[in-house]
Nanobody, 121 residues
Framework: QVQLVESGGGLVQAGGSLRLSCAAS????????IAWYRQAPGKQRELVAY???????TYAASVKGRFTISRDNAKNMVYLQMYSLKPEDAATYYC???????????????WGLGTLVTVSS
């Protein structure tokens, strides 16, 4: 069972930056794709970005050019650097360990508790 622990959330003003971290346990991390999702109150969870085991990245259109996903396989860590934050980026952010089928990310049912990002206007 993969365990995921997100951290780094907080309160930031619009236009500001945050870096989220995800610590993953287990021996399959380095061969897995990892994704960041977010869920705002009253909304469905949405895929924000994912990174393949080889470091190839994909972003949702709403965050492309503002967010950067990266990974450190030696530390079993994935990061989400967020720039130019907007009020609509406010949500609880979750990481997920899954796999790629072609260019499609398939997530697992393992979720952490998430980390809350609040953006003030």
């Amino acid at each position: 069972q993969v365990q995921l622990v997100e951290s780094g959330g907080g309160l930031v003003q619009a236009g500001g930056s945050l870096r989220l971290s995800c610590a993953a346990s287990g021996s399959t991390f380095s061969i897995s794709a990892i994704a960041w999702y977010r869920q705002a109150p009253g909304k469905q969870r949405e895929l924000v970005a994912y990174i393949s085991s080889r470091g190839i990245t994909t972003y949702a259109a709403s965050v492309k050019g503002r967010f950067t996903i990266s990974r450190d396989n030696a530390k079993n860590m994935v990061y989400l650097q967020m720039y130019s934050l907007k009020p609509e980026d406010a949500a609880t952010y979750y990481c997920n360990q899954g796999r790629l089928g072609g260019a499609t990310y398939y997530g697992s049912n393992s979720w952490g508790l998430g980390t809350l990002v609040t953006v003030s206007s």
